[in-house]
């Protein structure tokens, strides 16, 4: 993991309510969000308008989706006691912001950046809307308006980041130094394969969330594809194509040499090898389990009221000093 020595760090990072989340989410994300966020000031952030921008036609699952990640970011250890954690539409001052910004944007910026392409060609051209093309400026405005300085996300949103470095120096270039540079922390494990090897994702159909029971788990890792070439247990795999060899590499640091020998050896199965996989990571997220199952969903609004008032109470100046670097309002 990339590390900024600073003793005022103050991380920012946020998601889309998408629902329940997997364990993708928690090893590629949220695992490290909870370490930071031990030491340093943190921001967390559903990012409900973000959803409209690819979700607009849909919204009846909009709330639901608040609640079951909201109960999944506590359970994984998330302290709202100690972080803010809010939803977006409740901090009006990011939308006024991000009309300010709007103007200063070149829409040429926001066409290149990789994920405005490969969205429309994955989810169809009814998503190119003027507030998909500015997804990410409404993004650098999550981060710039609680004055973050680092921002823990997974590998496939640093060209939002690097984005969001490039129109705050165009910012401060034009009006004054007024907002903060942010930089883009990657975790350990950036990326987790689903049960088919591809990234794991809820749109695939390949995530294993961290509400399935133990049993749901494992039954999901039994199903999971392997080494094609292995098909008896005495043949030898290759664990570097193997979606179940990468989990344990995630879960199960200590033995992962050991499996790697005996999976190339031929000497040990792929049964036994997911098995092993199951109870290993059920073990891990016991804990996880245990604590959602005990959070009290009536609790939400408060503390969701009590993560808006903190992060407005950054907001509101910040939108202050736009408006008077920019001579507005
Ligand atoms: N775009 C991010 C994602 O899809 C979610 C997000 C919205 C975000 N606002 C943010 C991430 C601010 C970091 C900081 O995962």
């Known amino acids: 993991m990339q590390n900024i020595e600073s003793p005022h ?139 973050a300085n680092a921002v823990p996300v997974g590998k496939d949103q640093l060209s939002h980041i690097e984005l969001a470095r490039e129109i705050v120096r165009r910012f401060n270039h034009l009006y004054g130094a007024t907002l903060v540079e942010p930089q883009a922390l990657l975790s350990e494990f950036p990326d987790v394969p689903g049960t088919d090897g591809r990234k794991m994702s809820k749109s695939y159909g390949n995530a294993i969330d961290l509400a399935d029971d133990d049993a749901t788990t494992t039954k999901k890792i039994r199903a999971m594809l392997t080494d094609p070439l292995k098909v008896r247990r005495n043949d030898p795999g290759r664990p570097e194509i193997c979606p179940v060899f990468s989990l344990h590499n995630v879960v199960n640091a200590e033995r992962v040499s050991a499996i790697e020998a005996a999976c190339r050896s031929g000497e040990l199965g792929c049964l036994d090898c997911k098995l092993e996989l199951a109870a290993r990571l059920n073990a891990t997220i016991a804990p996880v389990r245990e604590r959602r199952a005990n959070i009290d969903p009536a609790s939400i609004p408060a503390l969701l009221a009590n993560g808006a008032e903190r992060a407005r109470a950054i907001a509101v100046p910040t939108l202050a000093d736009v408006k008077s670097a920019m001579k507005i309002g």
């Open 9 to 147: 760090r103050r991380i920012m990072s946020g998601s889309r309510p998408t629902g329940r989340q997997h364990i993708g989410h928690l090893f590629g994300a949220l695992s490290n969000w909870v370490m930071l966020a031990r030491d340093n000031d943190a921001f967390f952030e559903i990012a409900d308008y973000h959803a409209l921008t690819t979700g607009y036609e849909k919204t009846d699952a909009l709330q639901s989706n608040i609640v079951e990640m909201v109960l999944d970011w506590l359970a994984v250890g998330i302290d709202p006691a100690r972080s803010a954690v809010y939803l977006q539409s409740q901090i009006p001052e990011i939308a006024e912001m991000h009309l300010l910004l709007s103007m200063i944007v070149p829409v040429a910026w926001l066409q290149r950046v990789p994920t405005f392409k490969d969205q429309i060609a994955a989810l169809g051209p009814e998503i190119a809307t003027y507030g998909f093309l500015g997804y990410p400026l409404m993004q650098l405005v999550d981060i710039a308006i609680v004055r």
